[in-house]
Nanobody
């Protein structure tokens, strides 16, 4: 059974930092596509960052470029999202996602690229 568990969310002041973790069980994250998404109530889930299955090249949404960093620790079977210079508009539930297929034709920012999803972790940026 594949399970993704996010952690590291919480309340932080504007300008602060958080590091989200996504630990996998029943599935090896190495050489798999990884995605981080976020969602606020009433809005669609949006892509934040992704990592290719082929070369682990990171990709970022324009709204987080230069502030967020995605990384992968194969030994711990965990992916991370380091979030710096947080803004109130970053407030959302953050989800990690992955997929067993090396390629699907879908872009990293497409929800259809991913089969497995975590339960989400709340990030609140507020003074």
């Amino acid at each position: 059974q594949v399970q993704l568990v996010e952690s590291g969310g919480g309340l932080v002041q504007p300008g602060g930092s958080l590091r989200l973790s996504c630990a996998a069980s029943g599935f090896t994250l190495a050489r798999k596509a990884i995605g981080w998404f976020r969602q606020v109530p009433g809005k669609e889930r949006e892509a934040v960052s992704g990592m290719s299955s082929f070369d682990s090249r990171p990709a970022y949404a324009d709204s987080v470029k230069g502030r967020f960093t995605i990384s992968r620790d194969n030994a711990k079977n965990t992916v991370y999202l380091q979030m710096n210079s947080l803004k109130p508009e970053d407030t959302a539930v953050y989800y990690c996602a992955t997929d067993p297929r090396l390629s699907t034709g879908a872009a990293w920012y497409s929800r259809s690229r991913y089969t497995y999803w975590g339960q989400g972790t709340q990030v609140t940026v507020s003074a």
